[in-house]
T-cell receptor, first 112, second 113 residues
Framework: AQSVTQLGSHVSVSEGALVLLRCNYS??????LFWYVQYPNQGLQLLLK??????LVKGINGFEAEFKKSETSFHLTNPSAHMSDAAEYFC??????????FGTGTRLKVLA | NAGVTQTPKFRVLKTGQSMTLLCAQD?????MYWYRQDPGMGLRLIHY???????AKGEVPDGYNVSRLKKQNFLLGLESAAPSQTSVYFC????????????FGPGTRLLVL
């Protein structure tokens, strides 16, 4: 069975600081991994995804994530937080089919 | 392209009332999904469809029914609403060639009193 754990339901960073949102997964097959962002009162928007190939994946708005099989992790980073990055972030895993398992989400707050 | 749209955006129901949520996509996607989002629980799959005329149960299907009569539309029905169905409902779609990537609608906020 697949599962996703996001450590920290709330994360606060100062504007310009590094953002690190943690995601660990379990999967019995090579996973597809995703990060989605949800801005207030909006739907989920795909930030980035890992399917195969390069383990460092770059997404929109300066975000990137690295797939580390040995650590079963797919942490999301951004070197410099902007006020506009304040949102809720969801990690998800798929076995390559159409079924996703979502994490419980991490709400990012950016302090001026 | 409008992408994935959902109607209504917000609805208040009384316990026992019924309603239908409509999801429409204009991307010619084969797969469509209904999720519910509850605080601290992420998104959970209610039902999904792999093509016109076919539906299947997801993780939390009880109390809901769905229909996919047209490829572009996926309806979610609540026959007898309960307060436990108060949630935000999201529809998503994906296409066969890249079915692992889902595109989400803006959501429907439902309050059952």
């Amino acid at each position: 069975a697949q599962s996703v754990t996001q450590l920290g339901s709330h994360v606060s960073v100062s504007e310009g600081a590094l953002v690190l949102l943690r995601c660990n997964y379990s999967s019995s097959v090579p996973p597809y991994l995703f990060w989605y962002v949800q801005y207030p009162n909006q739907g989920l928007q795909l930030l980035l995804k890992y399917t195969t190939g390069a383990t460092l994946v770059k997404g929109i708005n300066g975000f990137e994530a690295e797939f580390k099989k040995s650590e079963t992790s797919f942490h999301l980073t951004n070197p410099s937080a902007h006020m506009s990055d304040a949102a809720e972030y969801f990690c998800a895993v798929s076995s390559g089919t159409y079924k996703y398992i979502f994490g419980t989400g991490t709400r990012l707050k950016v302090l001026a | 392209n409008a992408g994935v749209t959902q109607t209504p955006k917000f609805r208040v129901l009384k316990t026992g009332q019924s309603m239908t949520l409509l999801c429409a996509q204009d991307m010619n996607h084969e797969y469509m999904y209904w999720y519910r989002q509850d605080p601290g629980m992420g998104l959970r799959l209610i039902h999904y469809s792999v093509g016109e005329g076919t539906t299947a149960k997801g993780e939390v299907p009880d109390g809901y029914n769905v229909s996919r009569l047209k490829k572009q539309n996926f309806l979610l029905g609540l026959e007898s609403a309960a307060p436990s169905q108060t949630s935000v409902y999201f529809c998503a779609s994906s296409y066969y060639g890249q079915r692992e990537t889902q595109y989400f609608g803006p959501g429907t906020r439902l309050l059952v009193l």
